[in-house]
């Protein structure tokens, strides 16, 4: 009978955890906390598997979720004639079955996670693989927990006789078992019931404007999900599953922005170039569906190295690029003549090569093609040509167009004997040369230049690819402007086991606090050794800034030892 008794006491208890868990569902409190903890300890299960194989270990998993405190009202707050209804709801992501599993775990004020492991594995470095643990499932130091305890696990434990339990108690325990398998199904089924029409009635109620495009809306709404098709599919209004569905998309759209007249503008290579620097893949599958005679337009117009490896790479379908296609079927040409915007592409290709084009043409002419550059080009060499006149640029009055047909053919050949137009041969010449650009990306700054003084080829490697050596061969000036955009962290990494010759004149461009961050970063590095893709992307984004300029100081130092070499043959 005490069987019994226990066995009913059971079954209450039970009914009235579901009887209020099923409250609180009718109420909107949906909790997550469970599914967080679920998916973390199986990521963390993963990680140690892999850092501890064919070793027996139990992981749990504890959350304290971070969660907004629903602020009170009194009636002295309520004003007259003020509607509660018109307030907006803000929603707890906790309770939000839409909200994603990452938007959550940020939302966490501590994660208790408790590993135990078999006595038998002998742990060797407790430290090490706490922060391996921690970097790998994204848990933070010093807010997070993480306790290691190493116990003996035993697989199975044996029952010695079935005469130890009562047959009745045995009985009891099946039907108690039926009785919650049977309870829960039901009411999950009711759970699941409630939440659909709850969706279902909050996306009626949000839904965006019909008056907004699709193509607008995919951006407005996007809904990733946590798969390994992520990349492959792009998730909103519009979605892609299939990859002949989503070329054949693009394709209209591109049929539609190619049978401009206008076509290709400024601001389109803009937008592309910006496009180019966030997503290179994105961009290369992009220009994929492009048709061959377009793309060859759009390449030739390209401004840096960037577009020759775009170019040469197979591309992938990121969420970028339903994005980037509208916003270039929304660009607009600067001038309905053909020839005018080609001379406003070129002069933008020109990049710090600006000024030396600037020098030929007239004050007028200069303010004008300057007032129709991006300011980020025209602000500094109007500064330096200019000096005292350069406000006309934040002018409400548009420059007169004061160029003739004739001139401005004259301007475009000009520019283009400058900065000649990409071809289509240098991207076979980069991939014949990518074994060697590899070799760069990982060699010294001392090796770097004596490989780029030793090539005699044509194209040039600078064409091809910046070197980093290039900032080490500039004038005192230029390098604190570069130095000045990028962080301490940056130039340690890209510093990173140097010459002390080289590392002397970064040094000397650092006030006493700059030195000791920079310091202190490198011994930070030499504990934990960066990649060789780390330092050589930081390099390339300094190169990239420095070979410009390089190029400009070895030019006029060629034109001055020119200049002097006839002055001698004239005395």
Same mark, same amino acid.
């Given at each position: 009978m005490k069987y019994f008794n226990k066995i009913m006491l059971t079954l209450k208890l039970l009914f009235l955890i579901v009887l209020t868990s099923v409250t609180a569902q009718e109420n909107g409190a949906l909790d997550r906390v469970p599914e967080v903890e679920a998916e973390l300890r199986k990521d963390i299960i993963d990680h140690v598997a892999r850092l501890i194989p064919k070793e027996s270990f139990s992981v749990s998993v504890k959350i304290i979720p971070l969660k907004r405190e629903p602020a009170s009202k009194t009636q002295a707050d309520i004003l007259p004639f003020y509607e509660s209804s018109s307030e907006p709801d803000f929603t707890e992501e906790w309770e939000d079955p839409t909200t994603s599993y990452y938007v959550l775990l940020s939302r966490v004020k501590q994660v208790v996670v408790n590993l135990s492991v078999d006595k038998a594995y002998a742990l060797k470095n407790e430290s090490d693989f706490k922060d391996n643990l921690f970097k790998s499932v994204g848990l933070i130091t010093g807010r997070d927990?993480?306790?290691?305890?190493?116990?003996?696990?035993?697989?199975?434990?044996?029952?010695?006789?079935?005469?130890?339990?009562?047959?009745?108690?045995?009985?009891?325990?099946?039907?108690?078992?039926?009785?919650?398998?049977?309870?829960?199904?039901?009411?999950?089924?009711?759970?699941?019931?409630?939440?659909?029409?709850?969706?279902?009635?909050?996306?009626?109620q949000s839904q965006i404007p019909s008056i907004i495009p699709p193509s607008v809306t995919s951006t407005l709404k996007p809904n990733f999900t946590k798969s390994s098709n992520e990349l492959n599919s792009i998730n909103g209004d519009i979605t892609f599953t299939d990859s002949l569905k989503l070329n054949s998309y693009l394709k209209e759209k591109i049929h539609t922005l190619t049978s401009k007249k206008s076509f290709p503008t400024l601001s389109m290579l803009k937008t592309l170039e910006d496009f180019l620097e966030i997503d290179s893949m994105g961009f290369s599958y992009l220009m994929s569906q492009f048709p061959e005679d377009s793309k060859k337009n759009i390449?030739?117009?390209?401004?840096?190295?960037?577009?020759?490896?775009?170019?040469?790479?197979?591309? =992938?379908?990121?969420?970028?690029? =339903?994005?980037?296609?509208?916003?270039?079927?929304?660009?607009?040409?600067?001038?309905?003549?053909?020839?005018l915007e080609t001379l406003f592409i070129n002069t933008w290709r020109l990049g710090l090569q600006v000024k030396e084009f600037i020098t030929v043409t007239t004050s007028d002419e200069a303010k004008f093609l300057l007032c129709n550059m991006p300011k980020s080009l025209s602000l500094?060499?109007?500064?330096?040509?200019?000096?005292?006149?350069?406000?006309? =640029?934040?002018?409400?009055?548009?420059?007169?167009?004061?160029?003739?047909?004739?001139?401005?053919?004259?301007?475009?050949?000009?520019?283009?004997?400058?900065?000649? =137009?990409?071809?289509?041969?240098?991207?076979?010449?980069?991939?014949?040369?990518?074994?060697?650009?590899?070799?760069?990306?990982?060699?010294?700054?001392?090796?770097?230049?004596?490989?780029?003084?030793?090539?005699?080829?044509?194209?040039?490697?600078?064409?091809?690819?910046?070197?980093?050596?290039?900032?080490?061969?500039?004038?005192?000036?230029?390098?604190?402007?570069?130095?000045?955009?990028?962080?301490?962290?940056?130039w340690a990494l890209a510093t990173f086991n140097i010459s002390r010759e080289l590392r002397a004149k970064i040094d000397e461009l650092m006030n006493d606090k700059e030195k000791f961050l920079f310091k202190t970063y490198l011994v930070e590095l030499d504990k934990n050794r960066p990649t060789q893709d780390e330092i050589s992307q930081t390099r390339e984004a300094i190169a990239e800034l420095a070979n410009e300029k390089y190029l400009l100081l070895k030019k006029d130092n060629n034109d001055l030892y020119s200049n002097e070499g006839l002055n001698e043959k004239a005395a």
């Open positions: 927990q993480l306790e290691i305890k190493m116990v003996e696990i035993q697989s199975f434990t044996k029952i010695t006789s079935i005469d130890d339990f009562n047959w009745l108690y045995i009985l009891g325990a099946t039907f108690f078992i039926l009785f919650f398998i049977a309870t829960f199904v039901l009411f999950n089924k009711l759970i699941n019931s409630k939440n659909s029409s709850r969706l279902n009635q909050e996306s009626t390449y030739s117009h390209g401004r840096t190295q960037n577009w020759i490896k775009a170019f040469s790479q197979s591309g =992938l379908a990121t969420k970028n690029v =339903l994005l980037y296609m509208d916003r270039l079927l929304q660009c607009h040409p600067l001038s309905n003549e053909k020839e500094p060499i109007a500064r330096n040509i200019f000096p005292g006149e350069w406000a006309f =640029l934040f002018s409400d009055k548009k420059t007169a167009h004061i160029l003739s047909d004739i001139r401005i053919k004259e301007l475009n050949e000009l520019a283009n004997k400058i900065k000649p =137009l990409f071809q289509v041969d240098l991207i076979a010449f980069y991939n014949n040369q990518e074994e060697l650009i590899s070799f760069l990306k990982q060699c010294n700054p001392e090796e770097e230049r004596d490989i780029y003084h030793s090539y005699k080829g044509s194209p040039s490697l600078h064409e091809l690819r910046s070197p980093f050596y290039a900032f080490f061969e500039l004038e005192t000036p230029e390098r604190v402007s570069i130095f000045r955009k990028f962080d301490i962290r940056s």
